[in-house]
């Protein structure tokens, strides 16, 4: 199914490593979002990027850092983690970056830091 | 403060029986709800929105604005309908995502 496909699905780093997390869709939409779910919270989200420029930056911590080089590939570079950064990572895509538009979600990326 | 609640963290019924999922919200203006389920090893995807005004797998949900919720219901569930739902609220402001719930897990047994 062409979708939004995430890599790896499975990642497991110390906390002094650097990892990256690669989200693509194929769906032609011009936002993409990162979302961390964690077993007792909401899912929180982190970034978003519309048309490549990051329009939203959730007060996530500086050791994430995202990039998107284009409207179809979204990246989430990982340094120096933290134990209660292991979580589920979700990107998701969405035709345009306004106006309640229903959102495309990946099987996500589950990170576990030791 | 833009908000929403899913009171329930796990509900369990017997197949068959009647299904409601909980979901309030607030935000002052006229929002956008919609309903993301997750089954067992898939990705989130959308349920429902509640302009569609659709039934989906046999949910439907309701808009109530005088009591700001957004319930999801099944007259009759089914073991396949067994998932975690979100209910989420989409801010009637350009450029705003989507504000999600903590979640509802949905156990039905036989």
């Known amino acids: 199914e062409t979708g939004v496909t995430q890599t790896p699905r499975h990642l497991v780093m110390g906390m002094t490593n650097k990892k990256s997390l690669k989200c693509e869709q194929h769906l032609g939409h011009n936002a993409m979002y990162w979302y961390k779910q964690s077993a007792k919270k909401p899912l929180e989200l982190m970034f978003v990027?519309?048309?490549?420029?990051?329009?939203e930056n959730n007060s996530v911590p500086s050791r994430f850092s995202p990039e998107c080089p284009n409207s179809s590939h979204l990246f989430l570079h990982l340094h120096t983690l933290q134990p209660e950064d292991s979580a589920l990572y979700l990107c998701a895509s969405s035709q345009e970056w306004e106006m309640n538009q229903p959102q495309h979600f990946g099987d996500g990326t589950r990170l576990s830091i030791l | 403060a833009q908000r929403v609640t899913q009171p329930e963290k796990l509900l369990s019924v017997f197949k068959g029986a009647p299904v409601e999922l909980k979901c309030n919200y607030s935000?002052?203006?006229?929002?956008?709800l919609f309903w993301y389920v997750q089954y067992s090893r898939q990705r989130l995807q959308l349920l429902l929105r509640h302009i569609s005004r659709e039934s989906i797998k046999g949910f439907t949900a309701d808009l109530n604005k005088g009591e700001t919720s957004f319930h999801l219901k099944k007259p009759f569930a089914q073991e396949e309908d067994s998932a975690m739902y979100y209910c989420a609220l989409g801010p009637n402001q350009a450029g705003t995502a989507l504000i999600f719930g903590k979640g509802t897990t949905l156990s039905v047994s036989s």
């Open positions: 935000y002052s203006g006229s929002p956008e």
């Open positions: 990027y519309s048309l490549e420029e990051r329009v």
